[in-house]
Nanobody
Framework: QVQLVESGGGLVQAGGSLRLSCAAS????????MAWYHKTPGEQRELVAA???????NYTDSVKGRFIISRNNAKKTVYLQMNSLKPEDTAVYYC??????????????????WGQGTQVTVSS
């Protein structure tokens, strides 16, 4: 079973930095587009940053110039470098990946997988 496991969240003061990691494991698979979302209480998950398998990136306006998404395909890991953090960045951050699993003969259809989330708290 494919799993995504996030790490790197925590408590930081405004202006500080954190680096989130999300590692995928569980069999043979291909990871296509990957992304980070965040969620605050009472709100829906919102896209923060995304990266394609070719390395093209896009960011929500509120994090442009502060956050950097990257990936290491050999390590099956996606990262989110978060700089100049603000209290409004406080949220649970989730990684997601579009993954095709190898069945033993062919790669199957693409499905979305999600991590369990990691809390980021920015104090003022």
């Amino acid at each position: 079973q494919v799993q995504l496991v996030e790490s790197g969240g925590g408590l930081v003061q405004a202006g500080g930095s954190l680096r989130l990691s999300c590692a995928a494991s569980g069999g043979i698979f291909i990871m296509n587009d990957m992304a980070w979302y965040h969620k605050t209480p009472g709100e829906q998950r919102e896209l923060v940053a995304a990266i394609t398998s070719a390395g093209r990136t896009n960011y929500t306006d509120s994090v442009k110039g502060r956050f950097i998404i990257s990936r290491n395909n050999a390590k099956k890991t996606v990262y989110l470098q978060m700089n100049s953090l603000k209290p409004e960045d406080t949220a649970v951050y989730y990684c997601t990946a579009k993954i095709r699993k190898f069945s033993g003969f062919v790669y199957g259809p693409e499905y979305d997988y999600w991590g369990q989330g990691t809390q980021v708290t920015v104090s003022s």
